[in-house]
């Protein structure tokens, strides 16, 4: 008798410990931090409530980076929003059908990235595969050539050579373009600043691209007036290493995988486009 009330008296303690850590854990996973009626916010919901305040840090760093009036505002924030929720319920508002059908292609966003995503976290892309294709695009990995250049520019071709026996004789080549340039450069004494190929008109181009460090043209016409083009400075093109492009080109391989992926899915569901009928339609309107 006395060995069977000591193993109930055991049993009943470990029942009781059981529950009290039970207990605790369940008050810990649900630490109330506001009520709404019988509606209960939990430091849980506040957590999920902090993802849209970043995604850099976990829900504790942001908590702690936090000011008191920050964190809450926030809680304010979530209580806000859900009584203008619990009140649009009891008097039954209801979205209309054009609501309906954003939320509905807001539901067919998320599926469609979340299909993408795990096709991608399937087939990961590898350090290998980024490599192969470092070394067979260098080309495209290039920072180019860069032209520090100056400009006189004035709107007739007399006074372009006017001006060009002057700066010959010795004139400074920044005064004569505060004093004589009829675009924004004037300000700057014609100073264009850092220029690649492809962002100028091409007769400009042409021969900025071909002078010499601290050599200036003769006069030179474009759609903008009569220039004298001067190059102040040469930065040679330079080769990006695999690292500085590394994540750049996990996103082309990525973005060809999911090209891939869409041309094997119009191939499975057996795709057929018939624009005729588009533009029949358009002309009928």
Same mark, same amino acid.
């Given at each position: 008798m006395k060995e069977t009330e000591r193993v109930i008296n055991f049993s009943w303690k470990v029942f009781i410990l059981l529950f009290t850590v039970i207990s605790l854990s369940v008050a810990q996973e649900e630490r109330i931090i506001a009520e709404i009626g019988q509606e209960k916010i939990t430091l849980e919901q506040l957590e999920k409530e902090m993802g849209r305040y970043g995604r850099s840090q976990n829900f504790k760093d942001r908590l702690e980076t936090l000011t008191e009036e920050g964190k809450k505002r926030i809680l304010e924030q979530l209580i806000k929003e859900r009584l203008f929720y619990l009140a649009a319920q009891e008097e039954g508002i209801k979205l209309s059908s054009d609501e309906e059908e954003q939320m509905a292609r807001l539901k067919k966003y998320f599926l469609i990235r979340k299909y993408i995503s795990q096709k991608i976290k399937e087939n990961p892309v590898s350090e290998e595969q980024m490599r192969d294709y470092y070394e067979r695009n260098k080309e495209k990995f290039v920072i180019p050539e860069k032209r520090k250049i100056s400009h006189i520019v004035v709107s007739d071709k007399e006074k372009a050579e006017?001006? +060009?026996?002057?700066? @010959?004789?010795? /004139?400074?080549?920044?005064?004569? /373009?505060?004093?004589?340039? $009829?675009?924004?450069?004037?300000?700057?004494?014609?100073?264009?600043? +850092? $220029?690649?190929?492809?962002?100028?008109? @091409?007769?400009?181009?042409?021969?900025?691209?071909?002078?010499? @460090?601290?050599?200036?043209?003769?006069?030179? #016409?474009?759609?903008?007036?009569?220039?004298?083009? =001067?190059?102040?400075?040469? @930065?040679? /093109?330079?080769?990006?290493?695999?690292?500085?492009? #590394?994540?750049?080109?996990?996103?082309? $391989?990525?973005?060809?995988?999911? =090209?891939?992926?869409?041309?094997?899915?119009? =191939?499975?569901?057996?795709?057929?486009?018939?624009?005729?009928?588009? $533009?029949?339609?358009?002309?009928? =309107?």
């Amino acid at each position: 008798m006395k060995e069977t009330e000591r193993v109930i008296n055991f049993s009943w303690k470990v029942f009781i410990l059981l529950f009290t850590v039970i207990s605790l854990s369940v008050a810990q996973e649900e630490r109330i931090i506001a009520e709404i009626g019988q509606e209960k916010i939990t430091l849980e919901q506040l957590e999920k409530e902090m993802g849209r305040y970043g995604r850099s840090q976990n829900f504790k760093d942001r908590l702690e980076t936090l000011t008191e009036e920050g964190k809450k505002r926030i809680l304010e924030q979530l209580i806000k929003e859900r009584l203008f929720y619990l009140a649009a319920q009891e008097e039954g508002i209801k979205l209309s059908s054009d609501e309906e059908e954003q939320m509905a292609r807001l539901k067919k966003y998320f599926l469609i990235r979340k299909y993408i995503s795990q096709k991608i976290k399937e087939n990961p892309v590898s350090e290998e595969q980024m490599r192969d294709y470092y070394e067979r695009n260098k080309e495209k990995f290039v920072i180019p050539e860069k032209r520090k250049i100056s400009h006189i520019v004035v709107s007739d071709k007399e006074k372009a050579e006017t001006l +060009w026996k002057k700066l @010959k004789e010795g /004139a400074e080549f920044a005064l004569m /373009a505060k004093e004589n340039n $009829i675009d924004g450069s004037k300000k700057t004494g014609g100073d264009l600043g +850092w $220029i690649s190929k492809g962002h100028m008109v @091409k007769e400009f181009e042409d021969v900025a691209f071909n002078l010499k @460090k601290n050599e200036m043209s003769g006069v030179v #016409k474009t759609k903008f007036g009569y220039h004298i083009i =001067r190059l102040e400075d040469v @930065k040679l /093109a330079e080769q990006k290493s695999f690292e500085d492009v #590394k994540e750049d080109i996990r996103k082309k $391989i990525e973005e060809e995988m999911i =090209r891939q992926l869409e041309e094997n899915l119009r =191939r499975k569901y057996n795709v057929k486009v018939n624009f005729e009928n588009m $533009i029949k339609s358009e002309k009928e =309107r």
